[in-house]
Each structure stands twice: as structure tokens, then as C-alpha cells.
């Protein structure tokens, strides 16, 4: 099942310029592919290597991405909005730079009471870009060890 941006907005509590996924276009059990159109006009490319030839999305923003399409996913699995608690191995392999469409694939590694562990992993043109381990929380669950 394909959701646009009004999907994704109706599932999380994130708006611009914090969304950074655009769409979901995979979505299955423990699964979910995430769209982010990354272009030049994002406020951040602004400051962040402003000259044209050296624009690069920040590590930072890359796994914002990565923990909203893993929150998507925890709020498919039933468990409602989530808290980013943990990143665990996480690892750059490329830049994304404007014009790159960054494909963020969630799978769920482990749920337990309100917690949700996936492994996320970020791909551009087919190319491994970045791979985290990514940990919610429920909200209201956040005594959660």
C-alpha cells in the first residue's frame, strides 16, 4: 500500500520542516519503505555546505529519517506514537546530496511491552547509504528498560 504525505502527517505528530519522509511505499508485517525526496531547497542545505558542488544532508537528519520511518512502523504495529530512546551501530557509507531519492526500509528486530527495536537501513539508487538500529518507546511506556 502506497500513503502520501497526508498519511504520514495523520500518523505522526512531525510537520515541515521536521517531516522528512515524503511517502510510504512499501508497507507489509514488521516492514515498511519509506520515501525522502531530498532537494535543494530544504532549509538545511542553506547552512550545511552551503556552495552547490558540496551539498550534503547531515548524518544527523538522515537518522531523523531513519527513526520517523521506524516510528511509521511501530504505529502500524499497533502501539501508537513512539519516543526515540536509542540509535545502536550506526554507520555511514555515502553522502546523500540534493537530487537524491533516499529509500529508508524499517524492519522490526524486537517488540516488547512498548518497545520497538527495528533495524533501518537507507539506500540510494540501489546503493547502501546508511544502517542503524533503531529503539522507541510508547508513549506513556517510557519507564520502559
Do not use: C, W
Request: charged letters at 25%; proline letters at 6%.
Amino acid at each position: 500500500m502506497v500513503r502520501d504525505i497526508e498519511a504520514i502527517r495523520r500518523s505522526l505528530p512531525l510537520r515541515y520542516p521536521y517531516l522528512l519522509i515524503d511517502r510510504i511505499v512499501e508497507e507489509g508485517e514488521g516492514r515498511v519503505v519509506a520515501l525522502k525526496n531530498v532537494t535543494i531547497n530544504e532549509p538545511v542545505f542553506q547552512g550545511h555546505f552551503p556552495e552547490p558542488r558540496s551539498a550534503v544532508m547531515p548524518g544527523t537528519l538522515i537518522l531523523e529519517a531513519m527513526a520517523q520511518t521506524a516510528a511509521f512502523l511501530m504505529g502500524l504495529e499497533g502501539k501508537g506514537m513512539g519516543y526515540l530512546v536509542g540509535i545502536d551501530q550506526a554507520r555511514f557509507r555515502r553522502r546523500v546530496v540534493p537530487g537524491d531519492q533516499l529509500l529508508l526500509t524499517a524492519r522490526t528486530l524486537r517488540k516488547r511491552r512498548g518497545l520497538l527495536r527495528a533495524e533501518v537501513e537507507g539506500t540510494v539508487a540501489g546503493e547502501p547509504v546508511a544502517k542503524a538500529i533503531i529503539s522507541l518507546v510508547a508513549a506513556g511506556e517510557e519507564d520502559v528498560g
